[in-house]
């Protein structure tokens, strides 16, 4: 990045570019309503300058301390600086930017100091070799500060995510595969008649879908809106079904297909009631069984579902729920956020009753465990295995007879 120009507009707008890579949402026409602001106030307060951008480009409250560290370090850079409101002391705050992206700021704006930080609680460990983007890929979700959540959902939405194709009934030409008679005996009639030449074909493969059904109760609370960012950056590139549940069923799909994460959970906040109340499982998934399985489980479709398995209702019913929602999808993987925890147990009711109908059972706590599904996602095989299943019923059968230290049974927490 070089130093900018004198040119009031085009200091804006790439003061705009710094907010839109800390995670603000900026754009064209919010840039023309802060050049209008900077037209009604005097430009020589550096106060009256930073209400009218705050009042422009900060739309929620937690924005706010993000976009008094940008202002204080881009206006007070010597290449951002403005006459009138150029010197304005910095106080320390760090702006939560990806390393690349930090350190091109510093070296636009002339920074002597660490004015942008990558990840202000994140320590680099250099004897390691580690990375403070590889210690924060296998950071736990939880034990995340709000600066490393913002950082971690950038490298959700930029990770490559892909599902595995599946064939198709219908076909296409192709110089290796079966033989296609129809098609070479249609070559040969409008020629002389010889087969002179072989024409093959082979079956045309398309994406397989993939159906997300996300657990947003209380005791998820701690993982539920970074899995959701998980859901929106898989959505952007593949076709998935996105349902929300605590104790009832949501359909959500509509919100996360919105280029703006931040906008998307802030209607899903709204319109998804039961948010961080209790966990009926099985009821939900009887309501998707019966309302929306054929409409979205067709041409081979892969069911997440991510919960910690505290179920409130009946093990029979989960049971029975779970062996329907096996039967109707090529692959049923469960994720739990709790499995990256070293004394976790999955001796909760709920648990063992959905293990032996579960295809895999994976960790979610950390980017790291999602990347280990992509690659799942990516290298399914073609026919349905119940491999899977097996290895889901042999932990639930460790679980009956491993208990975990410091619990008097496996019953859910009401």
Not at 134 to 161: C, I, K, N, T, V
Not at 163 to 182: F, I, K, N, V, Y
Request: overall charge positive.
């Amino acid at each position: 990045m070089s130093p900018a120009p004198r040119d009031p507009l085009f200091r804006l707008a790439r003061f705009a570019r710094l907010l839109h890579d800390t995670g603000l949402t900026t754009g064209p026409d919010r840039i023309v309503d802060a050049a209008r602001a900077m037209q009604a106030v005097d430009t020589s307060s550096r106060e009256q300058v930073r209400d009218a951008l705050r009042a422009v480009f900060i739309t929620r409250r937690e924005e706010a301390a993000i976009f008094d560290a940008a202002f204080d370090a881009y206006w007070t850079a010597r290449g951002g600086a403005a006459s009138g409101y150029g010197s304005i002391a910095r106080h320390g705050r760090g702006i939560p930017l990806d390393p690349r992206t930090a350190a091109g700021w510093m070296d636009a704006l002339g920074l002597a100091g660490p004015g942008l930080a990558r990840v202000d609680t994140q320590e680099v460990c250099e004897s390691s070799g580690y990375s403070a983007e590889e210690l924060l890929r296998h950071r736990d979700f939880g034990d995340m500060g709000w600066e490393e959540r913002e950082a971690a959902r950038r490298l959700l939405r930029q990770a490559p995510w892909k599902l595995a194709d599946r064939p198709t009934r219908r076909h296409t030409r192709s110089r290796r595969g079966a033989l296609d008679l129809r098609r070479t005996l249609r070559t040969a009639a409008r020629g002389s008649g010889d087969l002179v030449e072989l024409k093959r074909r082979r079956p045309r493969r398309r994406r397989r879908p993939l159906v997300v059904l996300c657990d947003v109760s209380g005791s998820m609370d701690r993982y539920s809106r970074e899995l959701l960012v998980f859901a929106h950056a898989v959505g952007r590139r593949e076709q998935v079904e996105t349902f929300a549940f605590s104790t009832q069923l949501t359909r959500i799909t509509g919100l996360l297909r919105r280029g703006d994460i931040d906008r998307a959970l802030e209607r899903i906040s709204t319109q998804v009631h039961d948010i961080g109340g209790g966990t009926r499982i099985a009821a939900t998934l009887h309501e998707f069984n019966r309302s929306y399985a054929r409409r979205v489980l067709s041409h081979g479709a892969v069911v997440v579902l991510i919960s910690d398995g505290w179920d409130r209702g009946d093990p029979d019913e989960l049971r029975q729920e779970m062996a329907r929602l096996r039967r109707s999808c090529h692959r049923l993987i469960w994720l739990n956020p709790l499995l990256g925890q070293a004394r976790y147990r999955p001796e909760t009711r709920g648990m063992l009753a959905a293990l032996p109908h579960c295809d895999d059972f994976l960790a979610a706590h950390s980017i790291a465990a999602l990347d280990e599904l992509g690659e799942l996602l990516a290298s399914l095989p073609r026919r349905v295995s119940r491999g899977g299943a097996a290895a889901a019923r042999a932990a639930g059968s460790a679980a009956r007879t491993t208990p975990r230290p410091g619990r008097s049974g496996p019953a859910p927490p009401g």
